[in-house]
């Protein structure tokens, strides 16, 4: 599985911003695909998850109400649009997928087996 993050940059604070994942080399239907962020000297964290097959989609407490995950399966690519973004959301995003999540799993790094190389995101004051 190959998975390429794109979209990141320079953003002032209120503005908006969408990433993309695009992903290859395997099929998607049973997967559940992920952003998670890491910003300096943090540690990296859950952002929003979907799952390919039905849509559902779980988000982070931070960024609910803010950002919004989708897919497109015509074009195996994930989208993270994120709309009212704060300094506080700055921070490398990296998209992920992974099989046998739940619902209840869908937050948790460890049930993602492949990553994107990552996309920074910096929003000024």
């Known amino acids: 599985v190959q998975l390429q993050a794109s979209g990141g940059g320079l953003v002032q604070a209120g503005g908006s911003l969408r990433l993309s994942c695009a992903a290859s080399?395997?099929?998607?239907?049973?997967?559940?695909m992920g952003w998670f962020r890491q910003a300096p000297g943090k540690e990296r964290e859950f952002a929003a998850a979907i799952r390919w097959s039905i849509g559902n989609t779980v988000y982070a407490d931070s960024v609910k109400g803010r950002f919004t995950i989708s897919r497109d399966r015509a074009k195996n690519t994930v989208y993270l649009q994120m709309n009212s973004l704060k300094p506080e959301d700055t921070a490398v995003y990296y998209c992920a997928a992974g099989y046998g999540a739940i619902l209840s799993t869908m937050h948790l790094i460890r049930v993602y087996d492949y990553w994107g190389q990552g996309t920074l995101v910096t929003v000024s004051s």
């Open positions: 080399g395997r099929t998607f239907s049973n997967s559940v």
